[in-house]
């Protein structure tokens, strides 16, 4: 067996937050080896939120092209999935190939391994028969894989995930979609859109559960008249497929038909993989536990969905921040703090560089703070929300006041008129007088939500909000209604 080779960092998993610490501490003048059994950029490049957005944005189209009757005269709407299909492959993906992404990444300095990583003790990793020993600390970013319920015959069945319905060329006549959360609810439209007949099938007793309850009435709402059947409330007890079509039997004798199948139920890390028993740490829980800096155990950290905190591309990349900052920092320490003179280390990483690009002490680096996290599901009408909803503001013991506003009562909810569904709903802590949570759902829904995740995140008293100029006739207006009907 080779000696381990000794380098500064080894980053496992080159998603969206594993790219960006690997080529950040790159830049920095660390030696980092940057590992991938996959393809570089990680799911939302590839099979999430680029390619999905592409496909919204056609179906948008379609919808909007449909409304111009009683609008603007009369249209006739032809979808055509070859050119989705098409953009896809070419410009958001180049085919599943991620050259480029891996030669952005070693323009930057790093160096790119393909395989799979196994942690081996500590600072230790292997890569089939290499070990590298990370002077600085490893950082995982392995990511996430669909959750697949244990179903009665569903394993046995050539069921679709996200993938499939992103990699899809040719649409099927009819979809079931398993799962009525954010991912499930967009591709339902999405298919139902491009005429295809769309059933979803979700256990609990409403569609986007996380979300408000008044988000949820009006996604169901919108969905259904895109011809969308919704059955909430019914458990999937078996699964069967004759060759030509699925069969999807619920609790209580309901049964389900379509050509295909698309299991939208969660993801889960995948964590008995990493090796993380030979350094200490617990592989049987859902996700890895980290502090406020993405620490998982001494000398390693983890970004993006492997930690829990949310399984958004934002999220990732705000936590690459703080693992860069923080990795950096823990490299100047260990070097003695920054050489003036620039003088690479013994490993080759720039002392310079890294003293340089760490701005101070270990007090610099940010912590890790989740209270305002925005999250969006991009049907039409958006779904846009951050913080609290008013049941978790409840469930915690908050004195809560809410205010909510109707996009269509709003001025240019009524000048936008057909597609204007949605509201504005604020939860505040009565007692601190400041926003603790927002939901805004419309046509532009997650553009609205950046000013409410501003209130939240730095806490703007609710006599300031109301004191505001809110520009005429715009969507977000429609936050000084919900703020006068909180008073």
């Keep these: 067996m080779a000696d381990p080779e000794l380098v500064d960092v080894v980053v496992i998993g080159l998603g969206v937050g594993g790219e960006e610490v690997a080529g950040r501490l790159a830049e920095a003048g660390l030696t980092v080896v940057g590992v991938e059994r996959d393809l570089v950029g990680g799911e939302c490049p590839y099979w999430g939120c680029v390619p999905s957005k592409m496909m919204i944005r056609a179906a948008n189209a379609i919808a909007e092209a449909r409304r111009v009757d009683g609008l603007a005269g009369t249209a006739e709407v032809r979808p055509d999935w070859a050119p989705v299909a098409r953009r896809i492959r070419e410009e958001a993906t180049d085919t599943w190939d991620d050259t480029v992404a891996v030669e952005r990444f070693t323009g930057k300095g790093g160096r790119f391994v393909r395989g799979s990583a196994r942690l081996d003790g500590p600072g230790r990793v292997r890569v089939g028969e290499r070990v590298f020993q990370a002077r600085h600390g490893i950082v995982l970013g392995t990511g996430t894989r669909p959750s697949v319920p244990p179903v009665d015959g569903l394993a046995d069945t050539p069921y679709w995930t996200n993938r499939q319905a992103i990699e899809v060329e040719e649409l099927p006549e009819s979809l079931l979609v ?218 915690r013991g908050v004195n809560v006041q809410v205010g909510l506003a109707r996009v269509p009562s709003s001025a240019r909810g009524w000048i936008h008129k057909a597609g204007n569904e949605g509201f504005v709903k604020l939860v505040a802590d009565a007692d601190q007088g400041v926003l603790i949570g927002a939901t805004s759902v419309g046509p532009a829904g997650g553009e609205v939500l950046s000013g409410l995740v501003v209130a939240v995140h730095a806490a703007v008293p609710l006599a300031r909000l109301r004191q505001m100029i809110y520009a005429y006739p715009t969507f977000h207006r429609a936050i000084e209604d919900a703020l006068r009907d909180m008073s």
């Design 178 to 395: 398993l799962g009525g959360g954010a991912i499930g609810l967009e591709l339902a439209q999405v298919f139902a859109r491009f005429g295809v007949r769309v059933t979803v099938v979700e256990a609990l007793d409403r569609v986007l559960a996380v979300e408000e309850p008044e988000a949820s009435e009006v996604a169901e709402a919108a969905l259904r008249a895109d011809g969308v059947e919704i059955h909430t409330g019914v458990r999937a007890e078996r699964v069967s497929h004759d060759g030509r079509g699925f069969t999807l039997h619920g609790a209580g004798g309901a049964e389900f038909t379509a050509e295909r199948l698309l299991v939208v139920t969660g993801r889960r890390a995948h964590l008995d993989e990493l090796g993380l028993d030979t350094v200490g740490v617990d592989a049987g829980r859902r996700y890895l536990a980290v502090d406020d800096r993405l620490h998982v155990t001494e000398g390693i950290w983890a970004v993006g969905d492997v930690t829990g905190e949310g399984a958004f591309t934002h999220v990732a990349m705000y936590q690459a921040g703080i693992v860069v900052a923080d990795v950096l920092d823990h490299a100047r320490r260990a070097d003695g703090g920054a050489d003036p003179s620039g003088t690479a280390s013994a490993t080759g990483g720039a002392s310079g560089a890294v003293g340089a690009a760490s701005g101070g002490s270990a007090g610099a680096v940010p912590r890790a703070d989740y209270r305002a996290l925005p999250r969006v599901t991009f049907t039409d009408p958006e779904v846009g929300a951050v913080g609290l909803t008013e049941r978790q503001a409840r469930e």
